[in-house]
């Protein structure tokens, strides 16, 4: 008997024999079959669709179909489709996603401009996209059938042709209109689509370049270009920003030397904006001059483009400003003085702290009233939402900012970390204002946990640069301040974490020694007392936070003395080990890896003796096997996983002292686990014992080629023996077979791995015809069957390699790179389905839940 | 003009992926943020891009609310908040953020065991979306910031399920969820007070069912298991993790202890102590009953239903198994029911929905040889049961749920188009509101008469007191006062209290205005026909004729002058103040109207 996968047959009969995905390239007889029936349900307005999913995924099929092949020979082989189409055009209660699918599937394949040419015979276009068709009819009302027209169109406009019927049928005229659609998907894409259509239309009917000379430009996109500028010279706000997104859309995606002849022509009215008050649509007008800032076929210098946006920047309000000035500091080339312009608008709101918080107009390097305008010459930072609004954005495009090369050089580090840590006591209440607008920001910002958060993003960010000592032991200060505040909320304190550690990582180092410094041991006594006190909160978000700052810790300086000793010191490691039984499955996940990693450190031990070491190890490994078997929710039995693993690959005391044992005791319980991320998991540690057992370490690709083990069987079968001890295979085998299907993935690779390993081991092939062999591969064949109560009892190295050799784990892998639903969600399966529920819809289809 | 907008993102005219905008009084917020389970690429989750067009996310959002934790209103939260960028509050009920991780980390497996599942958050992401929630409890008011103001009303459906109120000054929107409006095994009926909110927002997945009694659907349901236990069968129901599961255990437990049935119960995901964990912590959002008999026994700790092992699927004999994914679209349902489907004995029993694609949809739909891999053809013997036991409220429930809350405006989301249609013209004939039920991307404006409030000093009021006129809402009456902005507040004080609190001097204003009266008679004489004319008229005011020959009523100041080119005309020159504007006017239209003849 074999196994149904053996590598002797050709084909595994359990497992698709399709090439992956090639039923959607082409249509199969099968579905060929299938589709008059489904349009003819489709052209029935008394049959409707239940799921509305089902009319976009037959629509990416023929996506699919028409990419790849001729949908002039899709539509001669399937006529029911253009009759689908024809039907279209009756008048009649039709369902408007019926509708709205017809025109984008004619989009779709009137594409190709022979089928194009076919469907304009039948003048099947002008009806469907024309003033005949649902334009006229009450079906318009519907946004659905609308956005449909739109799409079909767009997918339509791909050659002269359809440039042509475009311009004919007086569809632009329609789009013109569709931009100031009620629905915003509606208006968005008649956008989108004039800039399609002006962009086919620049490549000219025979592909040649376009005339530089505006008035020179096809009769369309002339059109367009004369809808753009009468909408520029609009006075409604919507009509301007409708003409500015097209722009923008346009240089976004067009670099073609004609788009330098369009912003020469558009930008005085595009600047003449600038000159109304207030500025209308200031958030399209940024990202219009972004745009073409940003586009390669503009020689911004000769259009004048940085005389607009350093207009634009003096113009805009502070908030509008903001998005300009970072993309203007984003550029790669751009003048000096337009930049230093751009960050005295990003530096303007922390000037106006600095300036409400000292007499001094604050440390060097941050723009004082000289350059930060108006905000700093005595106009206060308005009301509370606005002044928040102002500081968030300000602090989040710095933060941005910061990172990138092209950032203003000199950086002003210093400045920057004053402001920083002066808004977060303003925000916590510890700064000392010496002025009234000082106490007034204080007001303002007292308590303001999205200003603390996005200070304490800032800060963190800032710890890649240096700054003065006395600063950074400020940043400590105030990182402290808030950790320990009973104010703070769970997220402020879970960045406040995140900063901290930055900082930490990044504090100065005594040169070759990689432990911390002097003065952050000295914080670290401060710190450990609130990361103990934030252990015992009663929020999980909290605890979690401490435990995930703890484990961080740990894993970069858990091998320093320093640390080491301000650790065990305290009662860190005794919580930590108590959060084990946290009610929260989340925090008990978080415990587990923070032990592990203490433990791996040995910093689970009590400060008493050595002696004790053994025994407080031992304890934790039980209480860890102890939360594998029996923890009722999946984040603290992974966690286990991922440290046992971790301890298997770093040979840890615990684990080293009984390998086999340790191994066998943990695949017993995970490959029993409910949690198929516990069995994969499971699988990851066998596969660690297994290349430990063979010395052969794996190539980080399961899949490469590794050199096989040069070595006499009797040596292997030797080497094998404690994987079967351990009864690894036993669960390999099972796990080849699980219902999901990234565990069977695990486990084909594990044994490709063991076979590639094993190759050269040819004197083991009398053993395929051994009895064990036999009754092994029977048992795998029940398990394929779905029938996995019989266990395999012991095995032999032998009949292992035996087994492994005779299947085709090759064909299994292939047929497991598949979805699991691949079948469910074949094209015929979506054809048969929405056939089905033809006549089957209850009254209550639509209940999601 | 102040205003309201709402765009559905997601289930505008459609039963998907709830996300719902609502912008009032320049807060933006985010009602839901739901996952469509049909799709496996990004447009399972809404259109995030027609807000990020606005800049940053956490800028222009000032919270996101989730109304329960259904993936079609919780599926895309991880990925909007971790991989599209949001940064700032979530609110949900305690329940729900609870149990939301639960049903996402389930999800998630399912789509990673699938595979073919792209741009996917993972467990990690799952926690750190949490870790932003701020948890709510019932009728608390909580304060998002300075103006925005949040309050949750119980909803039915589900535990922990909640209708929000937003409320930004004394504009208002509530956002009901899914909910309602009878109580059912486990659960209660939704309660709003009466709100008056400038807009309801409400669900009308059943805007025409009235729907049959629950009881009725359960009866049928222990009919069907019961029947095919007892002919030696086996009944596999796919769940999801936690919700309906839960119900329907109650309902077999209850129903196995009265028939003293021994069929075994199996719950296959280990989530059985999970769910009881939870349904213990929030005992107080389940229904009175379940409340009440709670000290004695907890209806959650159940004595039938056990933790299934994969191993049992082949054990001999009848058994009753909950198992997951809800759908047959993966894992240990779809292997159970590979396994079962060739018996006549067996029977499944879908509890909900099935999306296309997934082998529940097929079986639902009728097809009873299913394609498996490798060519492989499944023929389906077993009995095929389809029990919806959705909570949400029927047309009937959501009329009364308006009437309850008496909104100004009615929105209708998470329904289709058509019923929407008819509950529309029937909510604006029954309650004369404006009904809305706009499509995905459209926005609904509405103009709001903004109330502002206006602190009123004791002294004034008092003083209006003591004119014996006690204050009665339903009759508004005219309050004289000076308005005084400070500080973004409105407080109307006396005049001479805002004269002393501004440091200001006292300028006297008066109105004055020309009578001319034919009468040849001399100055003084006229005065005196004057003064006798008012006196006569005007019994209730005081009016006096001053030495100086002027006469005055009240603060009103009459004098008599000659016309200096007609001798025979007299000119009346008559002044007030503004509060006597109303006596001054009277009087000088009496005036005009001549003075009556003289007794010879």
């Known amino acids: 008997m074999r196994v149904p996968g053996a590598r002797t047959r050709t084909h595994t009969p359990n497992w698709p024999t399709r090439c992956p995905g090639i039923s959607s390239l082409t249509m199969d007889p099968e579905c060929s079959q299938l589709l008059p029936a489904l349009c003819a349900v489709l052209a029935d307005p ?42 279209m055009l009756k008048p009649q209660d039709l369902s408007s996603r019926v509708l709205s699918f017809s025109l984008r599937l004619t989009g779709v394949l009137a594409a190709q401009e022979d089928c194009f040419q076919y469907l304009q015979q039948g003048e099947l276009l002008p009806k469907l996209f024309g003033e005949a068709g649902p334009l006229g009819g009450a079906a318009w009302t519907s946004p659905a059938v609308r956005s449909g027209w739109i799409q079909g169109l767009r997918s339509l406009a791909q050659h002269a042709s359809a440039l042509h019927f475009l311009a004919h049928c007086g569809a632009v005229d329609t789009i013109f209109s569709l931009q100031e659609d009620s629905s915003l998907f509606v208006a968005s894409a008649a956008g989108q689509l004039l800039v399609h259509i002006l962009g086919l239309s620049m490549q000219g009917p025979a592909g040649g370049p376009p005339s530089l000379q505006a008035g020179d430009w096809p009769a369309c996109a002339q059109k367009i270009v004369g809808h753009i500028e009468e909408s520029l010279r609009a006075t409604a706000t919507p009509q301007i920003t409708q003409a500015l997104n097209v722009l923008t859309t346009t240089f976004g995606h067009c670099h073609n030397p004609w788009t330098q002849v369009l912003w020469v022509q558009l930008s005085p009215l595009v600047a003449g904006l600038l000159e109304k008050d207030p500025i209308p649509a200031a958030h399209s007008l940024v990202d219009l001059l972004l745009s073409v800032a940003r586009s390669p076929g503009l020689s911004s210098s000769s259009c004048g483009l940085w005389e607009t946006l350093a207009q634009t920047l003096s113009h805009l309000s502070p908030t509008q400003a903001g998005p300009l000035a970072l993309g203007i500091l984003k550029l790669q080339d751009c003048p000096q003085a337009l930049r230093a312009q751009a960050f005295a608008v990003l530096l303007q709101p922390l000037a106006c702290v600095f300036k409400a918080m000292a007499q001094d107009p604050g440390p060097s390097g941050v723009p004082d009233g000289t350059v930060g305008g108006s905000m700093t010459a005595g106009v206060p930072l308005p009301s509370k939402a606005a002044c928040v609004g102002l500081l968030c954005r300000s602090l989040a495009h710095l933060e941005l900012l910061l990172p990138l090369p092209q950032r203003p050089c000199p950086w002003p580090q210093a400045p920057l970390l004053g402001a920083a840590v002066t808004l977060l006591q303003l925000c916590g209440g510890s700064a000392r204002p010496a002025c009234d607008m000082g106490r007034h920001l204080c007001t303002l910002l007292l308590g303001c946990v999205r200003v603390q958060r996005a200070a304490l993003d800032f800060l963190g960010a800032l710890s890649d640069g240096t700054g003065p000592r006395e600063l950074v032991t400020q940043v400590f200060a105030v990182l402290l301040e808030y950790l320990r505040s009973p104010d703070s909320s769970p997220t402020v304190l879970k960045k406040a974490f995140q900063a901290t550690f930055r900082w930490l990582l990044n504090s100065p180092k005594t040169p070759g020694c990689w432990d911390l410094d002097p003065h952050a041991l000295l914080f670290l006594r401060d710190l450990l007392p609130v990361l103990q006190k934030r252990l015992c909160s009663p929020c999980w978000e909290v605890r979690d936070s401490s435990l995930e700052f703890l484990t961080q810790m740990t894993r970069h300086w858990g091998g320093q003395a320093g640390f080491r000793h301000a650790l065990l010191a305290s009662e860190v490691p005794k919580l930590t080990e108590q959060l084990l039984r946290d009610p929260e499955s989340y925090v008990r996940a978080s415990a587990v890896t923070a032990m592990g990693q203490l433990s791996s450190q040995g910093l689970c031990v009590p400060p008493a003796g050595p002696e004790h070491q053994g025994g407080q190890q031992k304890s934790l490994l039980v209480e860890l096997l102890h939360i594998l078997s029996t923890d009722s929710e999946g984040f603290p039995r992974r966690a286990v996983m991922q440290v046992f693993t971790q301890w298997l690959r770093d040979s840890h005391a615990d684990v080293a002292g009984d390998t086999e044992q340790f191994v066998a005791g943990v695949l017993q319980v995970a490959s029993q686990d409910l949690d198929w991320e516990v069995r994969a998991q499971g699988l990851e540690l066998a596969l660690v014992f297994l290349e430990q057992t063979l010395g052969q370490p794996r190539s980080h690709c399961p899949h490469a080629v590794t050199p096989p083990v040069e070595a006499p069987v009797g040596p292997l079968a030797q080497a094998l023996q404690p994987l079967c001890r351990v009864r690894l295979f036993d669960f390999a085998f099972r796990a080849l077979f699980d219902c999901d299907r990234p565990v069977a993935q695990k486990s084909c690779d594990l044994l490709l791995f063991l076979r590639a390993q094993t190759a050269s081991s040819s004197s083991l092939q009398e053993s395929r015809s051994s009895p064990d062999v036999a009754s092994v591969e029977a048992a795998l064949q029940r398990w394929q069957a779905g029938d996995q109560a019989q266990p395999l009892g012991d095995l032999e190295p032998e009949v292992v390699l035996a087994v492994v050799r005779s299947l085709d784990l090759e064909g299994l892998r292939g047929a497991l790179a598949e979805s699991s639903d691949h079948v469910e969600k074949s094209p015929q399966s979506l054809l048969q389905d929405m056939l089905a529920t033809v006549g089957v819809l209850g009254e209550n289809e639509a209940d999601c839940y | ?369 299913l394609e498996m891999e490798g060519r492989q053809v499944l023929e389906v013997k077993m009995q095929v049961e389809y029990m919806s036991f959705s909570a949400h409220a029927d047309a009937k429930g959501i009329m009364q749920l308006v009437g309850q809350a008496e909104p100004e405006s009615v929105l209708l989301v998470h329904g289709e188009a058509k019923k929407m249609e008819f509950l529309k013209q029937k909510i604006e004939q029954e309650f004369r509101v404006n009904c809305y039920m706009p499509a995905n991307g459209e926005t609904v404006t509405l103009p709001t008469s903004p109330s502002i409030p206006v602190g009123i000093s004791l002294g004034l009021l008092k003083r209006e007191m003591a004119q014996g006129l006690l204050p009665d809402a339903k009759k508004p009456r005219l309050l004289h006062g000076t308005l005084i902005m400070k500080d973004s507040n409105f407080r109307l004080v006396s005049s001479e209290q805002a004269l002393k609190e501004l440091g200001l001097a006292e300028h006297q204003l008066r109105f004055t205005c020309r009578v001319h009266l034919h009468d040849p008679r001399k100055e003084q004489e006229t005065a005196m026909r004057v003064y006798s004319h008012l006196k006569s008229v005007l019994k209730d005011h005081c009016v006096q004729h001053l030495p100086d020959g002027s006469v005055t009523v009240e603060s009103i100041l009459i004098q008599a002058a000659a016309h200096s080119e007609d001798p025979g005309t007299k000119v009346l020159l008559v002044s007030w103040t503004y509060q006597d504007e109303e006596l001054g006017s009277y009087l000088t239209s009496l005036l005009k109207k001549g003075l009556p003849q003289a007794p010879s």
Request: net charge neutral; with cysteine.
């Open chain 1, 46 to 87: 008394r049959q409707p669709m239940a799921d509305d999913t089902c009319l976009e995924k037959l629509l990416d099929w023929f996506k699919t179909i028409t990419e790849a092949g001729s949908s002039l020979l899709l539509l001669q082989e399937n006529p029911c489709l253009v009759e689908l189409l024809c039907h």
């Open chain 2, 1 to 369: 003009m102040p205003e309201i907008r709402v765009t559905p993102l997601g289930a505008g005219q459609d039963v998907g992926r709830s996300c719902i905008l609502v912008s009032i009084a320049g807060k933006n917020v985010m009602l839901d943020c739901g996952m469509h389970m049909g799709f496996n690429d990004d447009r399972r989750f809404p259109d995030f891009s027609y807000i990020t067009r606005n800049g940053r996310l956490t800028d222009f959002l000032d919270c996101v609310i989730i109304s329960h934790f259904h993936l079609d209103h919780c599926g895309a939260l991880p990925y909007f908040s971790e991989m599209v960028g949001y940064d700032g509050p979530i609110y949900m009920t305690h329940p729900t953020q609870a149990i939301c991780p639960i049903l996402l980390e389930d999800y998630r497996k399912i789509a990673v065991d699938k595979k073919g599942e792209a741009n996917f958050f993972t467990s990690q992401m799952i926690k750190d979306c949490m870790k932003k929630v701020v948890a709510v409890h019932l009728h608390q008011t909580v304060q998002v910031d300075d103006e925005l103001e949040i309050k949750a009303y119980y909803a039915g459906h589900v535990l922990g399920a909640a209708m929000f109120q937003i409320k930004v000054g004394s504009e208002s929107v509530v956002y009901t969820g899914d909910y309602n409006m009878t109580p059912d095994r486990h659960l209660g009926a939704a309660w709003i007070d009466k709100c008056r909110p400038n807009l309801l927002i409400t669900e009308s997945t059943y805007a025409t069912t009235i729907r049959d009694s629950k009881r009725c659907r359960e009866r049928d349901f222990l009919k069907k298991v019961h029947e095919a236990v007892e002919h030696g069968g086996k009944v596999l129901i796919p769940v999801f993790a936690l919700g309906r599961a839960q119900e329907l255990c109650i309902l077999l437990e209850t129903f196995w202890e009265r028939m003293n049935l021994k069929a075994p119960i199996y719950f296959s995901t280990g989530l059985t102590e999970k769910a009881n964990h939870y349904y213990k912590l929030f005992i107080t959002w389940t229904n009175q009953k379940i409340r009440k008999t709670f000290v004695q026994r907890n209806m959650f700790e159940f004595k039938h239903i056990k933790a299934f092992d994969r191993a049992f699927a082949d054990n001999p004999g009848p058994m009753v198994v909950f198992a997951t994914p809800g759908m047959l679209h993966a894992g240990q349902s779809l292997q159970i029911f590979r396994k079962w489907a060739g018996n006549e004995k067996n029977m499944v029993i879908m509890p909900g929905y099935c999306v296309q694609g997934t082998v529940g949809h097929k079986i639902l739909s009728g097809q009873r040889k």
